[in-house]
């Protein structure tokens, strides 16, 4: 038998089919929770403020309706908060998915 695991086809154990790990006789499991990470170029500053992000950025829904790449402080006074359908926390450096 065979499921689908975030969109990769597993054998039930969670091996990977087709996988290089899988043809080569290793078990390699697919992971559960894959980092996700923002895709293109690293906003370098708050839509909002014009002010450079130091540790994080956050991709929100604002209260005037429009997304916006935001900082810490204006996400606190216009975002409608995180998860879906309201925003993303992301690394400024790295561009890693830590919430949302």
């Known amino acids: 038998m065979t499921k689908l695991i975030d969109g990769q ?9 087709f996988s290089v ?3 080569l ?3 390699h499991k697919c992971d559960p929770n894959p980092k996700k ?23 929100g829904r604002t209260t005037h309706g429009p997304w916006a790449n935001m900082c810490r402080a204006c996400h606190g006074s216009i ?11 992301y690394d400024c450096n790295t561009g890693e998915k830590l919430r949302g």
């Open 79 to 89: 975002g409608c908060g995180i998860g879906n359908g309201n925003g993303q926390v």
């Open 9 to 17: 086809l597993c054998y039930d154990d969670g091996a990977p089919i």
């Open 37 to 59: 990470y923002w895709l293109g170029k690293i906003p370098n500053k708050c839509d909002i403020c014009g002010e450079g992000f130091t540790d994080i950025l956050i991709d």
């Open 25 to 27: 006789g290793n078990k």
């Open 21 to 23: 790990g899988a043809v």
